[in-house]
């Protein structure tokens, strides 16, 4: 280092400048823990194990892309997204105010399809066959605790209420001699759609639906080109409510992958948000060559699958078509459902395992109460310094000062983020820097006791006191490393406080204070007194 | 001014005492853990961060009691809810029913908004973890002890004798035991901050403990040091840091307490096991560490003088 007393003043003020415009460049990041925002960890969802370690990091690495883009379009300031592991993702959305909002968009799988709806008539062969293989998987008793009313003829009176009456039921009650085959779990929770190819299902017996389709047995029963797929929203029929059951072809003939653009808006002739598209070149022609063969079909526009909307094929369709949101949908997911689609689709479903949300409110009042709690502090330890050791305190509390700027101005220059646990290495730091003083001054005292002269006595003081603050200071260095290497966000962040506090202390009380005293002794003779 | 000035104090010569005391400090605080496996049915209050949970604080804007909280959650089936600091502030723990682990929190907010209408209160902290990460992190915070246990142990056999590294480490897991025992005794809450908390207790106390035993090595090395009563010549490098061991912990008291007192509610806890292991650092230091090392010294030798006993008698054999 720098020995003589103008370069040593020109290295202080130089790292005091660089440190403080850091500082006010960069600005000091504050974790969520006191600011307020949502923290989020996702990890690959992929409970039977089928994905190999390759697969998972290849996905994840994409996640990650699709999740940053559509988190920038949303516009949250200085969001985090990252990949940790080797399959987990955190993101970390500062100040956000609507969690739900925001939970939806990164874990929104947004894969489109689009897929001609089939009729009702196509799956009526197999429905026998679908509730055997339900009673054979599960059990008759089961079956019986899972509906509410799994014989085939109890839904006939409220199937009155759809007017032609013909519930699905019936082809169970074809078969009514065979005892065994009345049990008609799945069957008996249809109801005669509204809709080319649907069936109405009671939102009450919506669970038990889900259960049985679920079942591999029941996928296989399926007839090979078809498959299930909900209707997103839920209608209410005569006081009753209900979600619709869509038959639909298993092939889609264009997907999400090929969209090029999406846009939301209000559609202008029933003041109801709706979401633009624009599919590029090969899913243009697609979809052009598809719609024509099918005009006067049904197509179901399905998203993570379940329908969206099943519009009918008036004329061929080019590369631009509309996605009608229900009446109960707002304008804000109309804007949602565009970005996500222009984002991509998430290659793989993702589960939250962790997530942490701190009020904004409870952020401020923790930044406040923080601040004045760190002048307080900061102001007990300048009185007790200068009460106890006179200039020397003042030299002590001017290293002090130093010292300060430096962490702040190395926490905002290194990008640290500064956490509730990162406040208690702060203190811990300080501690340290305060030690470091003490150590020095008390073994000067000590020295001058035995007779040395003044700058001797100094020299003597530091010399001697080097040994301890180094091991003090290395020994807890190595704590904050390994916290670094095995923690995780709040602990890291204590980490980092921790580390940068102490290389500051260790500087401060070392060189700073040094100076100072080089200049406090500059005007003195080697014997005159000092106050310490 | 300049306290204990010259100080002559005995400390080791009093070290019976502090060892009983220690020992029943210690003793108290297992009892308590040891009550705790059977009344909550783990050693200590694990917070959601380590068992997997959701941890939800709301603030109500109007006069609420836990009881109408609890009456919202479902009566006698709600999760157990605590009051928070301010008055009208609670702090509901749920266990996870599902693998989506937002989905209690938000079942409690609409339970809470059926029971009292939306814009009365606002879910200040919601914190959900998932068992997985729970048993991670548990694992993590232990490895990560273990692994700063040893560096610094080695790190202290390197540049002071390896029975200065031992004592240090006997003196930090006395203080780790007593912080144990107080977070058992008042069943505070085990978080991921609490785990920083104790790290800092033990960097305190290693900091503490090495000013002490950086005086006895710098004894030790003085001309004639080897020759001195060990006991006398800790005793007389406890005393001499003294004034330096009371200014430091005062000041970093002062700190910790304006924290405590001003900081506000989140921290407080925090603050709590800071203050205590500030306290707990510096009596080890004195009363722990340093006997520890006499102690060492006198079962299996230091090792210089084993080298010279090993000297003396291969000089006598010779005789």
């Known amino acids: ?532 | 001014m300049r306290f204990f000035d010259q100080a002559k104090y005995p400390f080791i010569e009093k070290r019976r005492a502090t060892y009983m005391l220690s020992a029943i400090v210690i003793a108290v605080g297992m009892a308590f853990m040891i009550y705790n496996v059977f009344s909550i049915g783990s050693w200590q209050n694990y917070g959601v961060d380590f068992t997997g949970g959701s941890f939800i604080q709301v603030r109500f804007d109007q006069p609420t009691t836990a009881a109408q909280l609890r009456a919202a959650l479902g009566g006698p089936d709600a999760p157990p809810i605590t009051s928070f600091g301010d008055q009208n502030e609670f702090v509901i723990r749920a266990e996870l029913t599902d693998e989506e682990v937002s989905v209690v929190a938000d079942g409690v907010r609409r339970q809470l908004e059926a029971a009292f209408g939306t814009g009365v209160f606002e879910i200040v902290r919601q914190e959900s973890v998932g068992p997985t990460i729970g048993a991670e992190l548990q694992q993590k915070a232990a490895l990560a002890m273990l692994f700063s246990f040893t560096l610094t142990l080695i790190y202290l056999a390197i540049r002071f004798e390896f029975r200065f590294g031992v004592a240090a480490v006997i003196a930090t897991i006395h203080d780790i035991l007593i912080t144990l025992g107080f977070l058992a005794a008042f069943r505070m809450e085990i978080a991921l901050p609490t785990v920083a908390a104790i790290l800092t207790i033990v960097g305190y106390s290693l900091n503490d403990t090495i000013v002490v035993f950086d005086r006895v090595r710098e004894n030790l090395l003085a001309k004639g040091g080897r020759r001195q009563d060990p006991s006398e010549l800790v005793n007389r490098s406890i005393n001499q840091t003294l004034p330096r061991t009371v200014l430091t912990s005062t000041t970093t008291l002062a700190v910790l307490l304006s924290l405590f007192f001003v900081g506000g509610a989140v921290i407080r806890d925090f603050t709590v096991v800071l203050i205590l292991g500030v306290v707990i650092g510096t009596y080890s230091s004195i009363f722990v560490a340093s006997p520890a090392l006499l102690e060492i010294q006198a079962r299996f030798g230091d090792s210089s003088q084993s080298a010279d006993r090993k000297k003396r008698r291969r000089s006598a054999t010779a005789a």
């Open chain 1, 1 to 532: 280092m720098i020995k003589s007393l103008r370069g040593r003043i020109a290295l202080i003020v130089i790292l005091v400048i660089f440190s403080l415009s850091s500082l006010y460049r960069n600005q000091l990041k504050l974790g969520l823990d006191l600011q307020g925002g949502m923290h989020i960890v996702l990890e690959v969802d992929d409970p039977e194990g089928t994905l190999s370690d390759e697969a998972r990091s290849q996905m994840i690495d994409q996640v990650e892309r699709i999740i940053r883009t559509r988190i920038d379009e949303f516009g949250v300031e200085e969001p985090l997204v990252q990949k940790v592991g080797r399959d987990r993702i955190i993101v970390e959305l500062p100040g956000i105010e609507d969690e739900g909002r925001a939970k939806e968009l990164i874990q929104q799988s947004a894969f489109l399809e689009f897929k001609l709806v089939r009729s009702v008539q196509d799956l009526e062969p197999a429905l026998r066959r679908l509730d055997r293989q339900i009673v054979a998987a599960l059990g008759e008793d089961s079956v019986r605790a899972l509906g509410r009313a799994v014989e085939g003829p109890a839904n006939d009176v409220l199937a009155e209420l759809f007017g032609d009456g013909a519930v699905q039921g019936d082809s169970a009650n074809a078969d009514a001699e065979d005892q065994a085959a009345a049990l008609a779990p799945f069957t008996s929770l249809l109801f005669d759609g509204d809709y080319e190819g649907t069936y109405l299902v009671a939102v009450q017996d919506v669970p038990a639906a889900k259960i049985f389709m679920a079942l591999p047995q029941f996928q296989r029963a399926l007839p090979r080109d078809i498959q299930l797929h909900w209707d997103w929203e839920v209608i209410g029929i005569a006081a009753s409510t209900y979600r619709r059951l869509f038959v639909l072809e298993d092939d889609a003939f264009v997907t999400g992958d090929m969209l090029e653009n999406a846009v939301a808006q209000r559609n202008p002739q029933f003041n109801r948000p709706e979401v633009t598209f624009q599919l590029n070149r090969v899913g243009g022609r697609r979809f052009a060559d598809f719609t024509a063969q099918h005009v006067g079909d049904y197509i179901a526009i399905v998203l993570d699958g379940e329908v969206v909307s099943a519009p009918v094929v008036n004329d061929r369709i080019g590369a631009n078509g509309v996605i009608e949101m229900g009446a109960s949908s707002d304008i804000a997911e109309a804007a949602d459902l565009a970005l996500v689609l222009r984002a991509g689709a998430l290659p793989v479903k993702l589960r939250i395992m962790e997530e942490r949300t701190v009020g904004p409110s409870l952020g401020q009042d923790s930044i406040d109460s923080g601040k004045l709690a760190g002048i307080i502090g900061l102001l007990l330890v300048v009185v007790i310094m200068i009460g106890y050791y006179h200039v020397a305190g003042v030299l002590a509390v001017f290293a002090l000062a130093v010292y300060v700027s430096l962490v702040l101005g190395g926490l905002s220059a290194f990008g640290a983020t500064l956490t509730l646990p990162g406040i208690g290495g702060l203190i811990l730091s300080i501690g340290m820097a305060v030690d470091a003083n003490v150590l020095i001054f008390e073994r000067i005292r000590e020295e001058l006791i035995l007779g040395r002269a003044t700058r001797t006595a100094v020299d003597e003081g530091f010399a001697h006191a080097l040994s301890a603050i180094v091991d003090a200071n290395i020994t807890t260095l190595i704590t904050a490393v390994i916290l670094f290497q095995f923690g995780t966000g709040p602990v890291r962040g204590f980490a980092v406080t921790l580390s940068i506090g102490i290389i500051a202390s260790f500087f401060s009380a070392l060189y700073v204070t040094r100076t100072f005293f080089l200049i406090y002794l500059a005007g003195k003779k080697a014997s005159d007194p000092i106050s310490i």
